[in-house]
């Protein structure tokens, strides 16, 4: 551990998630000699410990592994954007080994990407934008916001694009559910009836009219290879685990802290909308 | 409308169906002018006009006028119908030329005959796109397995496993020259083994576990503790035949769906045994566990693609089951017969 930044002369910071301990150390001695000043805070190998040092840190650049066990680099950002309070959002650089994503499409924006292994002349590249944007976080708060709001399209665009590499599936018309009362019986329930969906554990839940009341259902099939068969006007996205019908949406309100809720007809259940999600429902 | 492009792969192919029409008109005339070599010149005129013109008629005129370069089967009924057409305007023609420049008078005296050699024509024609339509099929089904060994081995060399390793040894090169050496050396023996051991049909149990030792100890220089692994190899299995790449993606599946996707990582246990008969090869993993959906779907390419191997090796005898034991969560077992005289 080298001595803590001094307060005064605050040296740029960053926390390194990945996986692989050779390829974490790698990156972290490749950035001493790109950007001496960096000071890497910590190196974590997974994205749940990522978010939870980036929030506990207060990073100003996160390195992103893209894929990691239990949650991928693309989700561990998302539900950082999400769980971000104050102060300004980290700059985000993904690293990955093979471009499946077309992570080149976003090269200089907001959200850079490395390739593995590393090229240090690329890496030089990528200190230079992170140099500048840090220079540029200094001034007022409202162009932070508007470079959060960039970064937050930006996840967005990828994590779509992840969830459409599982292909075009034929759209869903009927969904077909165990009756959980009836062994063995199924409902065939039409898009028109469901309500929402919602991740919960291995399970997907379906929460779908049944005449005047709505019914839960259990389905295994993951949200991401149900939004591909799912009509993109009917349904939307509104958090990593829950699709909801547009049409059922009754109010969104607003917290103090900014956090968007949904309250739907014809459940009392009101659902949460993630912050890569709100720009859908931006006041006309 | 005729269509008078033809593309230069289908030109070289009528080329070569040309050249297989003069050759049959020369056999033709050879047997026909057994005994009356006076003739043979004559003859030759009219059973090298009749394979032209039936060449330039069916073979020609079929991809002009049904614009079929490239896609000659299958063979609808309109083109059979035209077939039929073309022998008959062929064999006619030829005989009206050859009347006029050789003169045996076909078309005035021998009409009968000349109707003969019109339907031994049209035989002769059915039979060779009959026989074409075979070859072209064999043709297909080269490229479809050649397709499969390339899906193969592109899942073999996945270009993630390819590029984290090599990140890894670039990695290594500096900080440990002497782990770079030996993870270097692990991954030629690797790539050798999966270059070279695809086209063998059978290879001993032995080469697929060092190829498995090989892939695992890159898998454990890469993930460090999140993995560990032990192989068993019963020694009377060591020179067992098996085909290729059985082990190996099942392997993979318990990488990539075991243990990847556990935070604290896991254990992998690699064993070949003999019960009741049975060579018995068991892939297990202490990792994610796999769902009951996914013991019946199996997960991917790689299952499926190990499943086809066995049927086409040992037939029903062969047995594939995914299940999960008290020390793990997924378990892949194979069984098939023992060979009691090994390679």
């Known amino acids: ?284 | 409308m005729l269509n008078f492009y033809i593309p230069p792969e289908e030109r070289s192919d009528m080329i070569s169906r040309l050249i297989i029409s003069m050759i049959i008109a020369a056999t033709v005339t050879l047997f026909l002018s057994v005994g009356r070599f006076h003739a043979a010149f004559e003859q030759a005129i009219y059973c090298f006009l009749i394979a032209v013109l039936m060449w330039l008629f069916i073979d020609v005129g079929d991809c002009m006028i049904f614009n079929t370069a490239g896609k000659r089967f299958p063979f609808t009924k309109k083109r059979f119908f035209y077939v039929f057409i073309a022998v008959m305007a062929a064999t006619f023609s030829a005989f009206f030329i050859g009347d006029s420049i050789a003169g045996w008078g076909y078309l005035n005296q021998k009409l009968d005959e000349a109707w003969m050699w019109a339907f031994i024509n049209f035989s002769i024609a059915i039979v060779s796109i009959v026989l074409f339509a075979q070859r072209q099929r064999h043709k297909e089904e080269r490229r479809l397995t050649n397709d499969a060994r390339l899906k193969l081995l592109e899942s073999q060399l996945e270009p993630h496993m390819l590029y984290n390793t090599l990140a890894n040894l670039r990695a290594l090169v500096k900080t440990d020259s002497n782990l770079a050496i030996h993870m270097l050396d692990r991954i030629v023996d690797y790539m050798r083994a999966t270059l070279g051991g695809s086209r063998a049909s059978m290879h001993p149990l032995n080469a697929e576990f060092a190829r498995i030792d090989d892939y695992l100890d890159l898998m454990k220089l890469r993930m460090g503790d999140r993995l560990s692994y032990s192989l068993h190899l019963s020694p009377e299995l060591k020179n067992h035949p098996i085909p290729p790449f059985i082990l190996q993606p099942l392997v993979e599946n318990a990488i990539k769906h075991g243990l990847e996707p556990m935070v604290e990582g896991g254990k992998i246990f690699v064993k070949a045994d003999i019960e009741n008969d049975q060579v018995v090869l068991e892939v297990s993993d202490t990792g994610a566990g796999a769902d009951k959906d996914d013991l019946f779907k199996g997960n991917g390419f790689g299952w499926t693609q190990v499943t086809e191997r066995l049927m086409t090796t040992y037939g029903n005898k062969a047995t594939i089951n995914l299940i999960a034991t008290e020390s793990y969560k997924t378990s892949a077992r194979i069984t098939f017969p023992y060979i009691i005289q090994p390679i």
């Open chain 1, 1 to 284: 551990m080298s001595a803590l930044p001094n307060p005064v002369e605050r040296r740029p910071t960053a926390i390194i998630a990945e996986d692989e301990p050779h390829l974490a150390h790698a990156l972290k001695d490749e950035l001493a000699r790109a950007w001496p000043e960096l000071y890497v805070l910590s190196i974590v190998g997974d994205g749940i410990s990522a978010v939870k040092q980036a929030l506990a840190l207060k990073p100003d650049v996160m390195f992103f592994d893209i894929r990691m066990p239990g949650m991928s680099g693309l989700e561990a950002a998302a539900e950082l954007a999400d769980a971000w309070r104050d102060g300004i959002f980290p700059s985000l650089v993904f690293v990955t080994a093979y471009d499946q994503y077309a992570l080149q499409a976003f090269d200089a924006q907001a959200v850079d990407y490395l390739l593995k292994p590393v090229n240090p002349h690329r890496l030089q590249k990528t200190v230079v934008k992170l140099k500048l944007a840090g220079l540029n976080s200094s001034n007022t708060s409202v162009e932070n916001i508007e470079i959060f709001d960039q970064t937050l399209g930006q996840l967005r665009h990828l994590i779509a694009s992840d969830s459409n590499m599982t292909g075009t599936a034929a759209p869903l018309k009927f969904l077909k559910v165990n009756i959980p009362t009836l062994q063995g019986a199924i409902r065939m329930v039409a898009a028109e009836e469901i309500l929402y969906f919602e991740a919960v554990d291995k399970y997907v839940r379906v929460v779908a009219m049944d005449g005047t009341i709505s019914k839960e259902y259990l389905i295994r099939t993951p949200i991401k290879e149900l939004l591909p068969q799912l009509n993109k006007k009917h349904f939307w996205q509104i958090h990593r685990g829950t699709i909801v019908r547009a049409a059922v949406i009754d109010t969104v309100i607003r917290d103090d802290a900014g956090k968007l809720s949904l309250s739907l007809r014809g459940s009392a259940n009101t659902l949460a909308v993630s912050r890569l999600y709100t720009h859908l429902f931006k006041a006309m």
